[in-house]
């Protein structure tokens, strides 16, 4: 075990010097006539024609993420084994949810800031989960079942879905009575990142289930667009509850559906396939489950 602040930055740096001449010098950064391929979590070699320019590129990115990856989760041990120094620093790429980011965390993240000053986070938001190694993703926040199993997911918390309306969209085509005429309704729909169409409507109260069918003229693949447009009374919208609470205390916008609120829509965190995420991800994912619970 390490002791001391001395011998910790020592390692670190050791660690951090062997990082970069590994890399330099990887098979990957010089593959010719073999790949370098996983098998039950254990490196082998693939006999192969040449590869392009690119595809070398490519695999290198992918093996050089996870041999970096393994070697973070050397540096943290090295750094909480000392108690000297916190191991939540350096840079963490997020992969965040279109809805979450402006309407959960914004204003929210100076905590995370103040609390490990040595943390500095890149928020990019991808139209679908793609494969978050070869992108030097370090983590996802998303809402949706898992699609990928080569990912660790881990369910955040259920979403309640709602359906709103602006009071002048009701003062023009009327108050809905029941989810099954909503056919007859202007619905601004969103789209399913992972099937690339319109999410399907559903409504649940205690064991009832409706599955609505809608239309509309628009179709949205920004949250904040299709909220907009709903408050300006375009058309009824189904959203995350999370981000209406004040247009719903305000009576910007109307719950339609009080009593068939038991959809739930679950948040994952998603991180790629190894046993120990990184200090920072850890911290991260803690972070927004602390946020969740306030909401």
């Known amino acids: 075990m390490l002791s001391g602040d001395c011998d910790t930055r020592e390692s670190v740096i050791t660690i951090r010097k062997l990082t970069a001449r590994c890399c330099e010098n990887h098979p990957a950064n010089q593959l010719g006539s073999s790949a370098i391929i996983y098998f039950n979590g254990k490196p ?4 192969r024609n040449q590869p392009s320019s690119g595809e070398k590129n490519d695999q290198f990115r992918v093996v ?3 041999f970096v990856a393994h070697l973070q989760a050397i540096e943290d041990a090295a750094i909480i084994a000392s108690g000297a120094v916190s191991a939540v620093r ?5 992969d965040i949810d279109p809805f979450f980011l402006p309407m959960v965390l914004a204003g929210r993240l100076g905590a995370l800031c103040e609390s490990y000053p040595d943390l500095s ?6 139209e679908r989960l793609g494969d978050l190694v070869s992108e030097g ?3 996802a926040i998303r809402f949706g079942r898992p699609r990928l199993s080569t990912l660790v997911a881990r369910k955040l918390t259920e979403a309640p879905v709602l359906t709103v309306a602006a009071p002048s969209y009701i003062e023009r085509h009327g108050r809905p009575k029941h989810p099954s005429v909503l056919d007859h309704h ?3 729909q969103f789209v399913d990142p992972y099937s690339g169409r319109p999410y399907e409507w559903q409504f649940v109260r205690g064991k009832e289930t409706v599955d609505a069918p809608t239309s509309g003229p628009l179709i949205f693949t920004d949250p904040k667009s299709m909220m907009d447009e709903c408050v300006a009374g375009t058309g009824v919208a189904q959203i995350i509850g999370w981000g209406a609470r004040e247009s719903l205390e305000s009576r910007i916008l109307i719950d339609l559906f009080p009593d068939w609120h038991g959809e739930r829509f679950p948040l994952f965190a998603f991180h790629p396939s190894r046993k120990h995420p990184p200090a ?7 972070f927004c489950v602390t946020v969740i619970k306030q909401l």
Not at 121 to 126: A, G, N, P, T, Y
């Open 90 to 94: 350096g840079r963490l790429k997020v």
């Open 121 to 126: 986070i890149e928020f990019v938001s991808s």
């Open 44 to 47: 082998q070699l693939e006999p």
């Open 280 to 286: 920072k991800v850890r911290a991260f994912v803690d």
């Open 186 to 188: 202007r619905c601004l």
């Open 137 to 139: 993703i370090d983590l």
């Open 64 to 66: 050089r993420h996870q």
